[in-house]
């Protein structure tokens, strides 16, 4: 059992915001004590820049960075040398549509990726493939909100054992993925719909078609909410943020296969990523260091190693689980309410979806309804959510979105209806 | 958090002035806010210096409507020496209440296609 009241105590932002209703972990998560704390006792007991000293300060940060890079390495069942520390998601994405994909993409090659990508995952590639001249294909999604992959007219056994609904759905990506398709890059989780796409399934499928694919996945809903297996999904290379899972921002994390990272050209070029540097030539460090180059954010990694210890204290199986019971329990409130006039986007599977809501509100303006909401201290967010792509398809301009953490509970969802109340007698609808 | 959703916000939102398309105008624009991805087209017809007609369309929050729903009613017989000396200020001025920095530049956004049709 999750115990929210025990668990908001932990949270310092309550405290200083008794009110607080944060419906927005989706775009960045609150912090836990032990995090904050991690981040002042680095600066007050050891702040030395990390591989450059040969002190016992500067012994004691590389110590302690490294030892993040290894829990890392153990969160997701990698190995320590195949993480890779980031700014965030995006860089972790950038850095491979640079090193990897400007290395291995030519022209008629194909890149494929997914309409319900974040634009983090999505401009990368289409800038790439214009400069290639590579196709550039966008995997489109059905009615329900689920990738547009499944195939149709087959009929699913029952079977005894418990499967989800995409794990019994059988996959089909042979209008997909071809011979020339070198890079197919994809979300866990959509951060607008919820989706939570059957990555180890779609990786299968895609490598019996083309056994050279390589697959990237965005995990940046996923980490905070969902135990990652890296060998067991069958990825290439995943990426995700630290301040979405309980860490500091400026901090992510990209992990990739070691061959493969040998294979790549550094990002960033400087300080601390060369092996030795000569008036006519330059050879670099092996990975994951030959892509840190410069002082990274030292404080902010060390401290991810406690937000990691904090969500598996907790426990990502329950983690998930509890959002799951909370964001149907909010659908069914929010439909109870006010029927269609609430219009979730992508609501067929809403049993599947991982904690997020995107939603239209009679035929309010996203800003309008989150702003009114805001008088009543709800954080909820509004706008395209960075995946205009998918809400030029769904045909909106814009949405609002509530996300639950395990530090929500049914009072938010209450207090989130009741605000939506507020905001129909003040529009007059 | 104050009320910005006044009644005269809320009745140029809800009924808004000048919404539609003029056949023939002098100049057309188009804005679009990155934010939230609404747009605001605003067309305008000049008799010599004089407005005679302007006219927009678009999807927008209660703020970007209101907005520009007021704008064109105040703009319409200025000469484009007047218009010129429109600023920030006078929208804000305008809409008579205060927003906070990621709305303010809802209210701005006709604000931004009237500099563009000048
Ligand atoms: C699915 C997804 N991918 C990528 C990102 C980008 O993350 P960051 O801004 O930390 O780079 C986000 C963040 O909103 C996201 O939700």
Redesign the interface.
């Known amino acids: 059992m999750i115990n929210v009241l025990k668990i908001k105590k932990d949270f310092p932002i309550f405290e200083n915001n008794p009110s607080l209703v944060y419906l927005d972990s989706t775009a960045t998560s609150l912090k836990p004590r032990p995090v904050i704390e991690k981040l002042v006792e680095y600066y007050s007991k050891y702040s030395a820049n990390i591989f450059r000293g040969v002190y016992s300060l500067s012994e004691k940060a590389t110590k302690e960075y490294e030892k993040t890079r290894e829990k890392i390495a153990k969160f997701i069942n990698g190995k320590k040398e195949e993480i890779i520390f980031t700014r965030n998601t995006t860089e972790g994405l950038n850095l491979l549509a640079y090193s990897l994909g400007r290395k291995i993409i030519e022209k008629n090659d194909e890149i494929v990726t997914t309409i319900m990508e974040h634009h983090s995952n999505f401009v990368p590639w289409q800038i790439l493939a214009q400069e290639s001249g590579a196709v550039f294909k966008v995997i489109n999604i059905n009615q329900s909100g689920d990738l547009d992959l499944y195939c149709k007219n087959i009929k699913i056994k029952k079977s005894k054992c418990k499967m989800t609904m995409q794990n019994s759905k059988l996959i089909n990506l042979n209008n997909i993925i071809t011979k020339k398709t070198k890079i197919l890059t994809l979300t866990y989780i959509s951060n607008v719909l919820g989706t939570v796409n059957p990555i180890k399934e779609i990786v299968m499928v895609a490598k019996k078609i083309n056994p050279k694919v390589i697959v990237i996945v965005d995990a940046a809903q996923a980490a905070p909410h969902k135990k990652i297996d890296v060998l067991d999904l069958g990825v290439d290379f995943l990426a995700f943020s630290s301040h979405k899972m309980l860490g500091p921002t400026g901090v992510g994390v990209l992990w990739g296969k070691y061959d493969l990272l040998c294979e790549m050209f550094p990002f960033n070029f400087g300080g601390e990523m060369i092996a030795e540097v000569f008036l006519d030539k330059t050879f670099f460090k092996d990975p994951p260091y030959k892509f840190e180059a410069g002082t990274p954010a030292i404080a902010e990694v060390i401290a991810l190693s406690e937000a990691v210890s904090y969500l598996e204290k907790i426990g990502l199986e329950k983690i998930e689980a509890y959002e799951k019971e909370l964001v149907q329990l909010a659908y069914q409130r929010l439909k109870e309410e006010f029927g269609k006039n609430i219009k979730i986007l992508g609501e067929g599977n809403i049993k599947e979806r991982s904690g997020i809501l995107a939603f239209n509100f009679y035929n309010l303006h996203p800003h309008d309804v989150a702003q009114i909401l805001s008088e009543k201290n709800i954080c909820l967010r509004s706008g395209h959510h960075c995946a205009q792509p998918l809400h030029q398809f769904l045909g909106v301009s814009s949405s609002c979105r509530a996300s639950f953490y395990f530090y929500n509970d049914k009072d938010d969802v209450e207090k989130l209806v009741e605000g939506l109340k507020e905001v129909k007698i003040k529009f007059k609808l | 958090?104050f009320?910005?959703?006044t009644e005269i916000i809320?009745d140029h939102y809800q009924h808004p002035r000048n919404f539609g398309e003029i056949k023939n105008p002098t100049k057309k624009v188009e804005v679009a806010n990155p934010?939230?991805?609404?747009?605001i087209k605003m067309m305008i017809v000049f008799d010599k210096e004089k407005v005679t007609e302007v006219k927009f369309t678009g999807?927008?929050?209660?703020?970007s409507t209101a907005s520009a729903s007021m704008l064109t009613e105040y703009i319409k017989g200025k000469t484009k020496e007047q218009l010129k000396k429109i600023d920030k200020n006078f929208i804000i001025k305008m809409l008579g209440v205060s927003l906070g920095v990621n709305?303010i530049k809802?209210a701005l956004l006709s604000l931004e296609a009237l500099k563009k049709l000048l």
């Open positions: 958090m009320n910005i959703y809320l934010l939230c991805g609404d747009k999807v927008g929050c209660a703020i709305r809802c």
